[in-house]
T-cell receptor, first 113, second 117 residues
Framework: QKEVEQNSGPLSVPEGAIASLNCTYSDRGSQSFFWYRQYSGKSPELIMSIYSNGDKEDGRFTAQLNKASQYVSLLIRDSQPSDSATYLCAGPAGGTSYGKLTFGQGTILTVHP | DVKVTQSSRYLVKRTGEKVFLECVQDMDHENMFWYRQDPGLGLRLIYFSYDVKMKEKGDIPEGYSVSREKKERFSLILESASTNQTSMYLC????????????????FGPGTRLTVL
């Protein structure tokens, strides 16, 4: 079983709507998670990190971590066409990891005008 | 701002050639990583390094080797390039301040798109 799973997508939302991206993880001991955005042909860039249970907001982005249910989500409010990209969820690889992350397969988001 | 640079954005090589991909970070990070990214397969870890001259295999090390002689530089070597190594190669670094159990943010370079003919 993959350590981090992104099952949703591709996702298409109209401009101005809320986009909801989800990720589940298998290691109950995982403490921190990251959301990366990757535009086509470009490298991943960090948009959010979350280390504790609950919500973390940064502008139009909200990351949610629910440790009891072992899921992480990313909400994008007032979605813009420029948000169209692949979103990668990442969590710790576990054990003696030396900073290794395990990445989900990614969710392709398209925001249409 | 963290800056991770890679020596080439695009590279075309012939089968059997020895290929060097260079990565440099300017933030004194302990950890450095090499990934390849292929459609439908996601990001796969090739090798990583948690200190100078220290390296460990990732999930797909076959056909690759690495070198880290200086803290800021991490090189990926394809000993004898093959067509199935055509891919996007991404380098990343992280602080590593938490040591063996660190969960630091990884910062990525721009990537090298390698084509092996």
């Amino acid at each position: 079983q993959k350590e981090v799973e992104q099952n949703s997508g591709p996702l298409s939302v109209p401009e101005g709507a809320i986009a909801s991206l989800n990720c589940t993880y298998s290691d109950r001991g995982s403490q921190s998670f990251f959301w990366y955005r990757q535009y086509s042909g470009k490298s991943p860039e960090l948009i959010m990190s979350i280390y504790s249970n609950g919500d973390k907001e940064d502008g139009r982005f909200t990351a949610q971590l629910n440790k009891a249910s072992q899921y992480v989500s990313l909400l994008i409010r007032d979605s813009q066409p420029s948000d169209s990209a692949t979103y990668l969820c990442a969590g710790p690889a576990g054990g003696t990891s030396y900073g290794k992350l395990t990445f989900g397969q990614g969710t392709i988001l398209t925001v249409h005008p | 701002d963290v800056k991770v640079t890679q020596s080439s954005r695009y590279l075309v090589k012939r089968t059997g050639e020895k290929v060097f991909l260079e990565c440099v970070q300017d933030m004194d990070h302990e950890n450095m990583f090499w990934y390849r990214q292929d459609p439908g397969l996601g990001l796969r870890l090739i090798y990583f390094s948690y200190d100078v001259k220290m390296k460990e295999k990732g999930d797909i090390p076959e056909g690759y080797s690495v070198s880290r002689e200086k803290k800021e530089r991490f090189s990926l070597i394809l000993e004898s390039a093959s067509t199935n190594q055509t891919s996007m190669y991404l380098c990343a670094s992280s602080t590593g301040t938490s040591g063996a159990y660190s969960t630091d943010t990884q910062y990525f370079g721009p990537g090298t798109r390698l084509t092996v003919l």
